[in-house]
C-alpha cells in the first residue's frame, strides 16, 4: 500500500531559540536553561484556521527528523511509513510538527550543548529533566509556531509518555492523542533494565564523572554496552529467532568467544552505529524520566478534554499490553474518552515503527 | 518443613589432580589440557555396593560447596535447602558427590590457573570448551571416586544441561536424571543477552585481551554489568515488583541519574558482590558452551537407558517451559522414560535454587 503513497519530500530542519536569558526555560526541578534551541521539522501546510496541526513525539533515541528525506541520504525519516501525502498522518490534511527533545543530541539544547556560564559542554552540569520538562520545551516551540490547538498529537514508547503528561499538562490543547506502545509507569523489571544501561555508562571509566566531552574521549564501551541490551528489549524472542535463528558467521570453522552468531554480530552493528549518533549523557538524561514517570500521581485532578487512542502490541514485552491497560483505565475513571486496541505484531516494542496490518489504519481512522 | 531436617554440617571442599601430562585432558576440540584438577565436595556415604551416588551439577556461577557449611561461614552451600538428612537429596541415604566446573574459578582449573607452559595464569590461552568437556571432567571425578554408576544426577540451568549431555554421552552410567529449568537449545535470544554479557567483559579496556591478570587488574566495569543484566534474567518481573516496587532511597530528595530505586540498588550489589567471587574469563568460558549446545544434534542416535524427570517454572522466562518441553519431545521421541512438571512459582529462573511447593517433593520421589 504504501508504495502508492507519497513522500512530503526533500526537507531540512529548522531551529529555533525557545529559552533565552530574559525568558529561560523553568524546569520541575526549579532549574532554569537559556538559551533553549529547538530543532524542529515540519510537514504539510498549516491551514488558516491554524486547526490541522499534529505534533509528533519522539522515542528514546529518534530525532526531529521524523518523515522525508535530508539532502543526499540514505534513508527517510525514522517515521516516513507514517508521515506523508495519503499516508495515517496525511500531510495533504495535517501539519505535522516533530522536533528534537530537550536533553538531547541532535540539534536541541542538552548536555553536549555548550553551558553559557563556562562555554564548555554542560557535561554533568546539565540539570536532571522530569516528563514535564521534554513538554515544555516542545509547548514553547508551538507557541513560536502560532499553534494554541492540536488537532493531535503522536507518539511511540516514550513518544506517547510525552504525549500524555502533555495532556495532562495542557488539559484543553490537545483534541487527540494517539499512544502507541506507551506506559503510564515502569515496572520494577523496566526500572532495572534501565539502571543497567546508566551503570554501564556512568561507570565507564571514560565518563569522567560526566566530563568526558573535555578529556576528548567518550564513554563508549558503555554506551554500546547500554544500546546492545536496550535492543533486544526492544524487539521481540520471535523476530530474533526467525530473523537470526542459529546460524553462525564461522559455521563448520571452530568455535569462539568472540562474535560468532549473526545475532551476535548484528548486535554489535546496533551498538556500533549508535556510538555515531547518539551521547551518552542524553542518554542518560532521556532515560531516567521514563523512570520517575507517574502523570496519574502528578496531576491527580486533571481531566483532560483529549479523545485518547491507545495501541499496543502482542508481542511487546518492553511495554506489554497490560501497560497501555493501565493508561485505559486511569483514564476511564477520570471519565476521558478513550479506545484501546492491541494489535497483533511479530516485531515486539519496536512495532511503533513498522507497519503490523491495522496499525496505521487506526492512528488515520482517529485522527481524520 | 526444612527446619525440621538436618543439615550434612561442617564440610571442606577436597581438591583432586584427574589430569596428568601422561593422561591430559582431551577436550572436544583436540585441545588437551594437563594438569587438571577438581574441587568437589561430598554429603552422605557411599554405599558398599557403591550403588547410591548422587552427582550434583552447578549452575553458571556456582561452586562446588552445594550442601553444609565452611568453617566460619555466613551461609550454607548453595543448594542447601535440597541436600541434607531427611531432604530431597536424603544424605541419609544418599551419597552425593559437587564438583565445580571446569573453566571455573573455584578450585577446578580455569582461565585463572597456571599455564604450565608459561608459569602464568592461563589467561585467552585457556582453551574454548565444549559443553561435552565440562563432562569429561568430572567424568574422571567420579572414575577417581570408584563410582561406575550414578544412582542420579541433578541440576539446575546450565547445571541441568551438564546432566542432559552426560546422560547422552555416557548412555549406561546414569539411572535418574533430574533437570531443572534447562534447556537442550538455547534460543536466539538467550544467545543475544549471553552476547552482549561476554562483549561487556571482552570490550572493557581492563580485558587487555584476556591478559588482565598479568596486568594486575580485572574487567571489573564489564563484569559487574555483565552480572546485572543477567540478574535480570533469573528473575521475573513480578517478583522485582513484589520485592521493591517504586521505593526509592532517596523518596522526597532530588530525582538523581546515579541510583535512586531500591532495584537499582539491589542490581548495583548483586553486581558488585559477583567481583569478589567471579572471574571474567570464566564467565565467558562457562556461559560460551550453553549458547553452543546442541547435544540432540551432536548424539543423533543415543537412547540412554537414564530416566529423566523435567521441572520447569512458570515465571522463568530465561528458559520457560518451552525449553523443557522440547527436551522431554527429544527423548520421547528416542523412546526415553520422562516425565515433565511445570512448577507455579513467583521466582523466575532462580526457582531452581528455592523452594516453591511441590518441587522438592518432585525430587525426592523421583530419586527415592
Known amino acids: 500500500m504504501s508504495d502508492s503513497l507519497g513522500s512530503v519530500g526533500l526537507v531540512s530542519t529548522e531551529r529555533v531559540v525557545v529559552g533565552t ?27 488558516p484556521a491554524r486547526d490541522n496541526a499534529v505534533f509528533v513525539a519522539h522515542a528514546l533515541t529518534g530525532d526531529a527528523h521524523a518523515a522525508g528525506w535530508h539532502e543526499g541520504a540514505h534513508r527517510p525519516g525514522w517515521w516516513d511509513n507514517l508521515i506523508g501525502p495519503g499516508k495515517a498522518l496525511d500531510t495533504d490534511r495535517l501539519f505535522v510538527v516533530s522536533a528534537n527533545l530537550l536533553g538531547g543530541c541532535s540539534g536541541t539544547t542538552g548536555p553536549s550543548s555548550p553551558n553559557p556560564a563556562t562555554g564548555q559542554a554542560y557535561g554533568p552540569d546539565f540539570p536532571l529533566l522530569d516528563m514535564a520538562d521534554l513538554v515544555t520545551a516542545h509547548r514553547r516551540l508551538l ?13 511511540g514508547s516514550l513518544g506517547g509518555m510525552q504525549v500524555l503528561e502533555w495532556a495532562l499538562q495542557e488539559p484543553e490543547r490537545i483534541d487527540r492523542a494517539v499512544l502507541v506502545a506507551a506506559s503510564s509507569r515502569l515496572t520494577t523489571e523496566n526500572i532495572a533494565f534501565s539502571a543497567v544501561a546508566r551503570a554501564a555508562i556512568l561507570e565507564d571509566p571514560d565518563f569522567h564523572g560526566g566530563r568526558y566531552a573535555e578529556h576528548g574521549v567518550a564513554p563508549r564501551h558503555g554506551l554500546k554496552v547500554a ?23 564461522t559455521s563448520g570453522a571452530a568455535k569462539q568467544l568472540a562474535a560468532d552468531f549473526e545475532v551476535e554480530h548484528y548486535l554489535q552493528h546496533q551498538g556500533e552505529s549508535f556510538l555515531d549518533r547518539f551521547d551518552a549523557l542524553s542518554y542518560l538524561h532521556l532515560t531516567r524520566p521514563m523512570d520517575y514517570f507517574d502523570p496519574f500521581g502528578a496531576h491527580p485532578d486533571v481531566v483532560p478534554s483529549t479523545r485518547f487512542r491507545l495501541i499496543s502490541f502482542d508481542t511487546d514485552w518492553r511495554f506489554p499490553t497490560a501497560h497501555s491497560l493501565r493508561i485505559r483505565d486511569r483514564l476511564l475513571e477520570r471519565g476521558v474518552a478513550v479506545d484501546h486496541t492491541e494489535i497483533a505484531s511479530p516485531w515486539g516494542h519496536d512495532s511503533f515503527l513498522l507497519e503490523p496490518p491495522g496499525y496505521h489504519e487506526l492512528v488515520r481512522s482517529f485522527l481524520h
Open 227 to 249: 544500546r546492545m541490551m536496550a535492543h533486544i528489549t526492544y524487539v521481540s524472542g520471535q523476530s530474533l529467532a526467525d530473523k537470526f535463528g542459529h546460524r553462525r558467521d
Open 143 to 155: 507557541d513560536h509556531l502560532g499553534i494554541d490547538r492540536l488537532h493531535g498529537a503522536v507518539g
Open 21 to 47: 536569558d530574559d525568558d529561560p526555560l523553568v524546569l520541575a526541578s526549579g532549574a532554569r536553561i537559556a538559551p533553549v534551541e529547538i530543532a524542529y521539522e515540519t510537514y504539510g501546510a498549516l491551514s
